[in-house]
């Protein structure tokens, strides 16, 4: 699944658009080296987003095509 989706089904970035604006902008990076939008995402890999003055950093525990807004969060997994 590339990025800029995994990131909207997952509601880590709530549009698309903006997840494809900020990887051209290069705020997000995907085991430690910058990502284009259409990077495809596996499960293990570490996604760190540096949008805003709080960066987040996860690790994509599954993938999958549509997620509920109650569902979403199982797909990843938030590292401190």
Do not use: H
């Not at 990025?3 to 990887?23: F, G, P, Q, S, W």
């Amino acid at each position: 699944m590339r990025l800029d989706k995994y990131l909207k089904i997952t509601r880590l970035i709530k549009r698309r658009t903006v997840a494809n604006e900020a990887c051209d902008a290069g705020k997000i990076s995907v085991n430690g080296k910058i990502a284009r939008a259409s990077y495809d995402i596996k499960v293990g890999d570490i996604i760190e987003i540096n949008m805003g003055l709080k960066p987040l950093k996860a690790e994509v525990l599954s993938i999958s095509e549509y997620a509920t807004k109650e569902n979403a969060a199982d797909n990843y997994r938030i590292i401190p």
